[in-house]
């Protein structure tokens, strides 16, 4: 998936219609200053030697410098990404708490007012812009009530409304997998048989349903994560959170190629990794899974 994704990421810059050099420097720039930086950044040598020298330089951790700051990509992401990771983690924090929390309530009380009410609170989660949610959220809790700021990340009241915005588009995705996947569980011929025995329901539900249901939702939540990690590119941009969103999205108006390459691929091996995290949890919450 890695080499695949490192593929893609140089792509990037050969994909752009015309010249890249001439992009980056602009239409007036002549010929001389087009040659210069042709060179510079190797455009000159077959695609096979140039993507061979960019991955290269990804393993050993050199993705080249950025065209705007001069500074070298892993410098500028690594002074970036916790910011952007904290948010993510705040964000899926909210997403599994309300998610997981809704689906179960919701299946639970199944084909009830609570059950509708929390699947209509879905469909809306998954419907709603993430850059319109972040401006009701600034407009009714930051410019109305003023409980929190508009904007920055001075604070950790600077972070309370971004993390909502990502985390209450999350959880809409957690709780409808979680009211199914507890739903299919509670008609297994052991939640029968846990009933027969005289249990509670919330024993049955809490100690029985709940965890055998948890794989599908441990699967979802970890792309959740990943989509979080991509998805906070809009929602730093309407919060002004100093994370790698705000940067790509600098480095892409400055025709910073090398920064948004290096940005996408880190965000692609975030991916990756909370991908492999999810697989090895598997064998945690299933033991049929440590036996084969």
């Known amino acids: 998936m890695l080499v695949g ?26 010929a001389e200053e087009v040659a ?34 001069n500074r070298p990509v892993v410098e500028e992401i690594k002074a970036r990404f916790p910011a952007t990771l904290k948010l993510a983690l705040c964000g899926l924090g909210i997403a599994v708490s309300v998610g997981v929390l809704a689906g179960v309530l919701a299946a ?22 993430g850059f319109w949610l972040g401006l009701m959220l600034i407009y009714f809790f930051a410019v109305n009530l003023r409980w929190f700021p508009v904007a920055g ?8 409304l971004p993390s909502l915005t990502l985390g209450l588009m999350a959880s809409a995705v957690v709780a409808r997998l979680t009211r199914s996947s507890v739903l299919e ?17 919330r024993i049955v539900m809490y100690r029985h ?10 699967t979802v939540v970890g792309l959740q994560f990943g989509g979080l990690l991509g998805g906070a590119v809009i929602v730093e941009q309407v919060f002004a959170w100093p994370g790698l969103g705000t940067l790509a999205v600098t480095a892409l108006q400055a025709r910073d190629f090398p920064m948004v390459q290096g940005i996408v691929l880190y965000m692609a091996l975030g991916y990756v990794v909370v991908n492999l995290v999810v697989d090895v949890m598997y064998s945690y919450l299933d033991p049929r899974i440590r036996c084969q």
């Open 108 to 129: 639970k009380h199944h084909q009830s007012w609570l059950d509708n009410a929390v699947m209509l609170g879905a469909i809306v989660g998954v419907s709603v812009p």
């Open 209 to 218: 349903a709940l965890k055998n249901a948890l794989i599908p939702v441990v």
């Open 153 to 160: 990340a001075a604070t950790l009241r600077h972070l309370v």
């Open 36 to 69: 210069r930086l042709r060179k510079q950044l190797g455009l000159d040598d077959p695609l096979v030697v140039q993507y061979l020298r960019f991955a290269g330089g990804a393993l050993r951790g050199d993705l080249g410098r950025s065209l705007k700051s």
């Open 5 to 30: 994704v490192s593929v893609l990421v140089f792509s990037m810059l050969h994909f752009v219609p015309g010249d890249p050099a001439r992009i980056m420097l602009g239409m007036e720039a002549g």
């Open 185 to 201: 569980v509670m008609r297994q011929d052991y939640i029968r048989t846990a009933r027969s025995k005289g249990l509670s329901e």
